[in-house]
């Protein structure tokens, strides 16, 4: 693929997001791919030095904005650091929390504005946007309950409890309004019972987004290297094959064109542009003499051009 999966957790303090993240990262290890394991605040060395600030205990007259910004300053370093490379590389990106996490926290529980922070990360990040948010349902009572039983709490999970509150809300609020992309799964449940819900839900996203398609053209040899052209300058995976005989008869060349699902109509687009079926003249063939005389056989106009195209289901597709 051009471009890994980027899947982010989310939930309130305790939700169990750790927990699936090392989950999450076997199951798609199993399947062959590369994956990246990262957390927010943090993700990098400068994010780190930042998330020490960030939640240090003792920082308790930061502003609210201050403290907006200060995350989103770690974001946009961890993005460009860590994120965009790795989804770059084709790997996919597990990531414990990130641009949702500053929407509830200080756009609800400070009281800034979901929309307005949401501004501030736009630009942090570029506009990226997980492929998938799995979010942990789980009351502030009972994930406070097990932050504590843990043991030091930072300086947001020493927040009272209508903080707290406010947290889960603007998480309900996200759920609401982006269906598509955050799953919403019961934080109650048993590490067992979600490690097969967070699986199932993972997997079936990754196929529907990332699900390889391959498209097999047969087109006339004297458009072959148009297409061929086309082809590469927009950066598809674009296999010749040299005509052999046979399936691959002489006349035509077939192209393996490798793309993922979405991209589909627009490779079948390219191909009819460059292989237009038209009118050409056939080669006449020479003067016959008969009893009667000469007879002359006349030119005859005969279709060529167009394509034969199959697309072809990839169930896995690695390098190696």
Do not use: W
Request: proline share 3%; hydrophobic share 35%.
């Amino acid at each position: 693929m051009d471009r890994g999966m980027f899947i982010t957790l989310e939930g309130t303090d305790g939700s169990g997001k750790s927990t699936q993240i090392s989950h999450l990262k076997n199951v798609f290890e199993k399947e062959g791919h590369q994956v990246v394991i990262t957390r927010e605040p943090g993700g990098t060395p400068i994010g780190e030095e930042i998330r020490s600030l960030v939640l240090d205990a003792k920082n308790t007259a930061m502003d609210d904005r201050a403290e907006a910004l200060i995350y989103a300053a770690a974001r946009a370093q961890h993005v460009k650091e860590v994120i965009q490379p790795a989804l770059k590389a084709g790997s996919i990106v597990l990531c414990d929390r990130f641009v949702d996490s500053s929407l509830v926290y200080q756009g609800k529980a400070r009281k800034l504005g979901i929309d307005e922070v949401q501004g501030i990360n736009s630009f942090a990040t570029g506009g990226l946007t997980p492929d998938l948010t799995l979010y942990f349902d789980l009351s502030p009572e009972e994930g406070l309950k097990r932050v504590r039983a843990k043991g030091e709490e930072d300086r947001l999970e020493r927040e009272k409890l209508d903080f707290h509150q406010r947290v889960y809300e603007g998480y309900k609020e996200l759920a609401e309004r982006n269906p598509a992309r955050i799953v919403t799964l019961d934080g109650r449940k048993s590490i067992e019972e979600l490690n097969k819900e967070v699986e199932t839900i993972a997997l079936k996203k990754y196929k529907e987004v990332y699900t390889m398609k391959l498209v097999i053209a047969i087109v006339n040899d004297e458009d072959a290297n148009k297409l061929l052209d086309t082809l590469t300058e927009q950066k598809y995976r674009v296999t010749k094959l040299a005509t052999t005989g046979g399936f691959l008869k002489a006349g035509n060349t077939t192209f393996l064109i490798g793309t993922e699902d979405e991209k589909v109509d627009d490779v079948i687009a390219i191909i009819k542009e460059r292989c237009q079926t038209r009118k050409q003249v056939a080669t006449s063939p020479a003067p016959v003499s008969g009893t009667t005389g000469v007879y002359v056989p006349q030119p005859i106009e005969v279709n060529v051009g167009g394509a034969t195209v199959f697309v072809v289901d990839v169930e896995k597709h690695l390098k190696i």
